[in-house]
């Protein structure tokens, strides 16, 4: 037994596993198909995907749900490049992801071996850490370091490079060091004179607000964030990925009167939430010109980013807000409800619902976006992971739909990258499968946006994951033609010359994409339609696709100011 041999993908797979790897998603070929084989029989699951960007989509929506980082494994030279989006909008997102791609032999290096590309370099751009291990005695080590890596401090995507020659050489177990399983992450705490600092700046304040991140969500902080808010009654507003750390339903949430909460506060508590594009970068007009900052982020170099904090807290969220708690529970002060800060928030919150509720009251067919997700909040339970991508359809969706639970959302990200939606889904489902919880997990798509991994619906069907996807269907991107302007298009000339470039084929039958795999597919027009298919379809494991059509001229409501869909351009 002392003299067993292992080859490169069996020491890999063992590596893997040891780090506490559960599931590998990727496309295999030439050279990683042992790699595969070697970690099922190592205990990994390995779930094949279609595109090598939905495989890492996936690994990397399994480092947020976890926290440990999911394995996305791909071929030499063009699987490699598909993954980069993938790494790209995990290291935006802040997510750990490791991608393992195999590469051509060392010995052709140069010589225009097959899928030869500079592949530890090209990912050097997209990650926090990128390397070949120099030898197979070395692959262990560096599997413990892009594991640690990816999930030490700040998260984000990590390489690693197997050459081919490395996948079937052999080497003497006993030649091969023992790495064990890295620690989990340090916990820090911030500085306990800033702590205090800004305890006292938030007592002062007369209009707080509370700004949970997706920062907070990945650190597990929703006991503690959830404590701040129901003991000292501080307004909260969540980022996209932020939401359901404390419950969108909960009396604080002022995400219906956001732009006011934002242009208004004079204190921000911002929890694990970056001042980039989402939040105006925290400059005026979105937010007072005075406004005081406390910023909390687990990453040094992020505090100070656009804007000047006047308490910069360095350390882990959920540990924070824990010290934070304790140094507020020296006495027994609360942030008063029945200020005018309160009044004109809670104003806010009542017109604004108003609105939404009166567009979606419209009983007109073809429906509008309103229509469509007050339709689905009736029957989605509280429960349900939420995966949500498209401009309008993604905009408006988190408007209404609420999330109850941390983690439960998912959606186009720091990155605003379409085509996450399939390989996010099929990343939850796995991971609900493997917890054995009763949640179902819905994508919400625009037609677009389905578009970008559409072929996954057969990874779906496949492993039959017990997915929903809702499709709101406006013939675009943002918006698009009717049938009848279609033709008329058409008719004129050349459609490549006269069409809106955010046109597409006006009633495209995606639920078929679903039935061509054996599940089920519903083409839905009316309320009554759509309120029957989803019903159906949560009372039932089949993977299932709801085609809505939708009014292709549908818009949001008036905003004060543009936002998602206008940086999405
Ligand atoms: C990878 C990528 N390509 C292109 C875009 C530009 N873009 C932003 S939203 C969007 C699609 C919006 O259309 P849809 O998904 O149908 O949602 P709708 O607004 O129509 O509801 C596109 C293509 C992007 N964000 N990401
Ligand atoms: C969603 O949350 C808001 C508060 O942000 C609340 O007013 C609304 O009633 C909730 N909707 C549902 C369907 O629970
Ligand atoms: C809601 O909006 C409608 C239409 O704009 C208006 O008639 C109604 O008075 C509003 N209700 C409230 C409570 O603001
Ligand atoms: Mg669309």
Redesign the pocket.
Known sequence: MDDEELSGAQLLAEALRTQNVKYIFGIVGVPVIEIAMAAQAAGIKYIGMRNEQAACYAASAVGFLTGRPGVCLVVSGPGLIHALGGMANANMNCWPVVVVGGSSDQNQETMGAFQEFPQVEACRMYSKFSARPSSLEAIPIVVEKAVRASIYGRPGACYIDIPGNMVNAKVNKIKVRKISCCLPPPVSLAESDAVCNAVSILKQSRRPLLIIGKGAAYSRAEANIRELVNLYGFPFLPTPMGKGVVP??HPN?V??ARSRALQNADVVLLLGARLNWILHFGLPPRFSPDVKIIQVDIYAEELGNNVKPTVALLGDINAVVDQLLGYLKHDTWTYPLNTQWWKMLKERIKSN?NTSKVLALEKSVPMNYYTVFYCV?ELLPKNCIIVSEGANTMDIGRTIL?NSLPRHRLDAGTFGTMGVGLGFAIASAVVVKEQNTPERVVCIQGDSAFGFSGMEVETICRYKLPIIIIIVNNNGIYSGLDEECWKEMEKIGELETTAPPVSLLPNARYDQVMSAFGGKGYFVRTPDELHRALEESLNCETPSLINIMINPSSDRKPQDFHWLTRSNL
Do not use: G
């Open positions: 969108d339903d949430c995400s219906a619902e909040r609420n």
